[in-house]
């Protein structure tokens, strides 16, 4: 039995989704051929990274990449504006795919292996990456997959509901990406002074994102208000590309450059999408949480904290599921409101925002004493036709961030 692992994406935010199941499987030794496949050197540099010495002890490595002329003409066209390469690398390497008896994938265009290649031997499973509110999370692609792996029943009943996915497809096995955390937090000298703390982590998408509309508003707030720390970790892909196109609501920006002023700003620190702006190094560290429709407020509330939402679009969010998360703290709709709404949620966070935070961490992640991975890794092995080890149910050992 051969079992991927694909990682296809420019940047390496989706690797702690699902090879942390990877590993599990290795360690409960199964039997199984485990192989992780990685599409640029920066994916496969994280996978070494996280892979806890597993990466090529019992768990294989292989690089894909694009095989036909055609493709690299293509990918170097469009690159700068569309993600050509992660579309075409599926074609490239059919036979690769068509050798793995499942694929374990965290995002959704591995499906055209099977509506446009015709794979339909391959069980695709879906690790989804996050457990956020977006629409996009829970459009009727989720159905075409084999099995759904999720974080809590909050996820669950949406696709049940709004995707048709059958209830027999999914599995709730907690947040994998969890069982990574270091058991120390450690901590940014720049930020280590006692000045509150404040992550801004506006997304990528146009149609929803604040930065477009309000992003250098509320740096410049902060370079005015200096009795603040503000850590500026947007989504990894909002400056990846000279242009950002979303395929949900067709829409074409650019996030821009970050001027001068705000790279000397002494309480403020910029990180545009290293590594550290995806192994919840920030969403610790912060002391209040400032964002839009991001799922990692919901990581920022493994340790519920004051948060406030940048309502730009000025969308009626009330009562819609798809900004579910803005019930943990103020919404305010420009960033003239954002001293006062800090101040609110931190004054109102004990007995008006923690109750609401505790609630909708419970609604989206099922925790328990059994690591997330074991319990994803579990279910992979019984799609496969296999019986967990009892001796496998340990904890694996942490990575450090």
Sequence with gaps: MRIGFLFNHDQVHQVAHSLPIALALARAELGLEIVVAT????????????????????????????????????????EAVLPATKLLVYGDNLDFFRSLDILVV?????????????????????????????????DKASAGFD??????????????VETGVDPEKISVVGYPKFDLLPRKRATHPLIDDGRPVVLYNPHVSPHLSSWYEAGRQVLDWFVEHDDHHLIFAPHVM?????????IDKLRLDRAGRI????LRAPNIHIDLGSRASTTMAYTQRADIYLGDVSSQVYEFLLKPRPCVFLNSHRHAWQGDPN??????????????????????????????????????????????????????????????GLNWPVAALAEPERAHG
Excluded at 46 to 65: K, N, S, T, Y
Excluded at 147 to 160: I, Q, T
Excluded at 259 to 262: A, F, G, I, L, V
């Design 39 to 78: 599409t640029n050197r920066r994916l496969t540099a994280e996978v070494v990274r996280l892979g806890a010495g597993l990466i090529g002890h019992g768990v294989d490595l292989v690089e894909l990449d694009l095989t036909r002329r055609a493709s690299r003409v293509l990918a170097a066209t469009a």
């Design 106 to 138: 965290a995002e959704k265009t591995s499906l055209i292996l099977k509506t446009r290649y015709g794979l339909n031997h391959l069980k695709i499973i879906h690790t989804r990456h996050g457990a956020g509110d977006r629409a996009i999370g829970f």
């Design 147 to 160: 099995h759904v792996l999720v974080s809590g029943r909050k996820v669950r009943d949406r696709l049940v």
């Design 238 to 246: 909002l400056f990846e590309r000279p242009f950002v196109v979303t």
């Design 259 to 262: 001027e001068e002023r705000y």
């Design 323 to 384: 900004y579910g998360h803005w019930r943990a703290g103020p919404v305010i709709e420009t960033p003239d409101q954002l001293g006062a709404a800090l101040v609110s949620a931190r004054i109102e966070h004990e007995a008006r925002w923690r109750p609401a935070q505790q609630a909708m961490f419970a609604e989206s992640f099922d925790l328990t004493e059994e690591p997330s991975a074991v319990r994803a890794a579990r279910v992979v092995a019984r799609i496969a």
